[in-house]
């Protein structure tokens, strides 16, 4: 049964600093991991989606990595800004004969960032 | 273009009440997935739906739940006598046909049953 893990479950960073969260997943088998955005009470906003032959994507201040083999992601932000502060989830889709796509969610980082 | 919408916004009903829970996809998305979020689970997911084949109903967590998309567009996500533990967020997500592609979620309907 595929698990998704975030570590922290919390952060709080200065404003403008760089920082990683981290995502780990138990089974390699997927087809693609991506990285959402939710704010308090709000739906969820993809930020990057890294398909299973993809090592990295960029978006402006994002960078997410994906390790597949290890079962690793990381979602790098830069220059972190007030506005940033929310829970960032990591979402796997699993590769199996009976896919439909459905995401497996992990628990969720959530980051404030300080002025 | 207008993305994923739900209704209502907010629901608060009494233990033992049937309540409707309705998604509007994006228009041209032929997969559509319901999911639930609540404080001890973290989001999980509930049904899926994709054109006319028959939905993948392995996430549903009971009998009482059920859900239907009519026409191949808007869904409705049925709970027969609520029970507390089904206070939750549930979030409406949609996409195009292939799995490549990202899913876009709505901001969710808050359940809340007294």
């Known amino acids: 049964k595929q698990e998704v893990t975030q570590i922290p479950a919390a952060l709080s960073v200065p404003e403008g600093e760089n920082l990683v969260l981290n995502c780990s997943f138990t089974d390699s088998a997927i087809y693609n991991l991506q990285w959402f955005r939710q704010d308090p009470g709000k739906g969820l906003t993809s930020l990057l989606l890294?398909?299973?032959?993809?090592r990295e994507q960029t978006s402006g201040r994002l960078n997410a990595s994906l390790d597949k083999s290890s079962g690793r992601s990381t979602l790098y932000i830069a220059a972190s800004q007030p506005g940033d502060s929310a829970t960032y989830l990591c979402a796997v889709s699993p590769s199996i004969t009976s896919n439909t796509g459905k995401l497996i969610f992990g628990q969720g980082t959530t980051l404030q960032v300080k002025p | 273009g207008a993305g994923v919408s739900q209704s209502p916004s907010n629901k608060v009903t009494e233990k033992g009440k049937d309540v409707e829970l309705r998604c509007d996809p994006i228009s041209g998305h032929t997969a559509l997935y319901w999911y639930r979020q609540s404080l001890g689970q973290g989001l999980e997911f509930l049904i899926y739906f994709q054109g006319n084949s028959a939905p993948d109903k392995s996430g549903l967590p009971s009998d009482r739940f059920s859900a239907e998309r009519t026409g191949g567009s808007v869904s409705t996500l049925t709970i027969q006598r609520t029970q507390q533990e089904d206070s939750a967020v549930y979030l409406c997500?949609?996409?195009?046909?292939?799995?490549?592609?990202?899913?876009?979620f709505g901001p969710g309907t808050r359940l809340t049953v007294l």
């Open positions: 890294i398909q299973s032959s993809q």
């Open positions: 997500a949609s996409r195009l046909a292939v799995f490549t592609d990202t899913q876009y």
